[in-house]
Structures are given as C-alpha cells and as structure tokens.
C-alpha cells in the first residue's frame, strides 16, 4: 500500500513540476500560480485512477485468495504476453 502512495505523490510532484516548468518555457509566460492550480487539477485524476486500479486489484485478489504479491506477479505476466 505504501508503494502505491509513493507512486501517487511522485506522479502529482511530477507534474506540478512539469506544468511549472513547461509555463517558463512558453512565449506567453502565463502566471505560475495559475500553472500550478491547472496541474494539481490534471493530477486528482491521475491519482483515482491509480486508487481506482489498486482497490480493484486488491479486490480481486481478496475474492480469489490470492496475495498482493501473486496479483502483481499474474499482472506482470498478462502484460508481458
């Protein structure tokens, strides 16, 4: 779970980061402020969709009797074929 938590801090910082960024680069030079709202917007969704595919995950796995491990292992191996 901790992972997952992980990943969605990283995946909003990067992006807030990345929209800053982006606003500095642009002949417009709009307000950062306003960047980075429009960042933090684009990042909620990011973020439930990685909850959403977490719990649907650990939902399943909890329904079949398999571990948090065994589902990342059987994911890993449907992406891979």
């Known amino acids: 779970m901790l992972d997952i938590i ?3 801090a990283f995946s ?5 980061l990345f929209f800053w960024y982006a606003s500095t680069k642009m002949s417009s030079k709009p ?3 306003k ?3 429009v960042s933090f917007v684009f990042s909620i ?3 439930f969709l990685l909850i959403g595919v977490y719990t649907t995950m650990l939902i399943y796995a909890a ?7 065994a ?3 059987y994911m890993e191996q ?3 074929q």
Do not use: C, R
């Open 6 to 8: 992980n990943l969605i």
């Open 78 to 80: 449907e992406e891979l």
């Open 45 to 47: 969704p990011l973020s």
């Open 71 to 73: 589902m990342w292992e």
């Open 12 to 16: 909003g910082i990067f992006n807030v």
């Open 63 to 69: 329904k079949s009797g398999a571990t948090e491990d």
């Open 31 to 33: 307000d950062p402020v």
């Open 35 to 37: 960047t980075l709202i």
